[in-house]
């Protein structure tokens, strides 16, 4: 039985057995005291420690720095967080010069931006009315510079001295026709389109792009192609002449009609021997270069031009 006692006493926890358990007891509950006692402590230095690094990001965040990030976003343009940061100046160092050069900047970003939303409306209001009709135009490969621009029933062409040739509008129809000059630093250039708009509310339908021939010759021989003629060629010229045209049913011109610029060089040069002329310029691949419609906001990025508004 005395065995049995100890056995059952080994058995048990710090609670204690037989006369000494309530020593053991009591150490326990010193141990568990002194655990809580440090959780305390722990608790305390880790508010401590965070205060303390709010203290040292406080100290870090002097009026200097806090104007650097204002200025920061208003290189960005990001007004929220400039307003961010200038209210952190602000309520910090409510009369310091850097609080003052702040608000300035915040001052001219909302100016600059409501002065934009302004320009934004006033374009909106004008539509077309608004875009800058610039006679040249720089494309990719080559550009271009038109002298005159016409609605007319004959557009006429390679003129080799003695005669020149031309083409009738048909019946109900009539020819947008324009002479310009195209000019390259590319000895075989793909030419910039000239592409006819007409009015449509407050954009511009597609009518169609305009076809390329020489303004004229420098004899008959070099027109039949007997002699090659280098005031028509890129690789012996700089700039060359050409008429310009398009056949266009009267009911599709809706005044103001515009001749548009497309940066995206598709025009060809093609040779044939036995053709008078011998050389053109082939529009087959042009369809893609303008869309359908164009709308103000298509020309911002200057890949179109207005070249010439008739009215």
Not at 93 to 110: C, F, I, N, R, W
Request: charged share 25%.
């Amino acid at each position: 039985m005395r065995k049995d006692l100890l056995v059952a006493c080994l058995g048990l926890s710090l609670v204690g057995c037989g006369d000494g358990g309530e020593v053991y007891k009591k150490q326990a509950e010193n141990l568990r005291s002194d655990v809580k006692a440090l959780q305390v402590e722990i608790s305390a230095a880790k508010d401590r420690i965070a205060q303390l690094e709010q203290e040292n990001t406080t100290l870090k965040e002097t009026p200097s720095v806090l104007l650097a990030q204002v200025r920061k976003a208003f290189d960005s343009g990001d007004e929220s967080s400039a307003r961010t940061a200038l209210a952190s100046l602000t309520s910090r160092y409510p009369d310091s010069a850097e609080a003052s050069t702040g608000s300035g900047l915040l001052q001219k970003m909302v100016k600059d931006r409501e002065a934009k939303e302004q320009e934004a409306r006033r374009l909106a209001a004008l539509g077309m009315k608004a875009i800058p009709v610039k006679s040249s135009f720089t494309a990719d490969d080559s550009s271009v510079s038109l002298q005159s621009a016409q609605i007319t029933g004959q557009w006429s062409f390679n003129d080799y001295g003695d005669q020149y040739e031309y083409r009738s509008a048909e019946r109900s129809s009539k020819y947008i026709t324009a002479r310009v000059t195209y000019s390259s630093k590319s000895k075989d250039p793909r030419l910039a389109p000239l592409v006819v708009y007409a009015s449509n509310g407050g954009e511009l339908k597609r009518l169609g792009v305009m076809g390329f021939e020489f303004v004229s010759w420098s004899s008959y021989a070099t027109f039949l192609g007997n002699y090659h003629d280098d005031a028509n060629d890129f690789a012996h010229k700089a700039s060359i002449r050409f008429s310009m045209g398009l056949q266009v049913p009267n009911e599709a011109i809706t005044k103001p009609l515009y001749i548009v610029a497309s940066s995206s060089g598709c025009a060809n040069r093609s040779s044939d021997r036995f053709g008078n002329p011998p050389v053109s310029y082939l529009t087959y691949s042009c369809d893609q270069a303008a869309p359908d419609v164009l709308r103000a906001s298509d020309f911002k990025e200057g890949r179109f031009g207005i070249v010439k508004r008739i009215d």
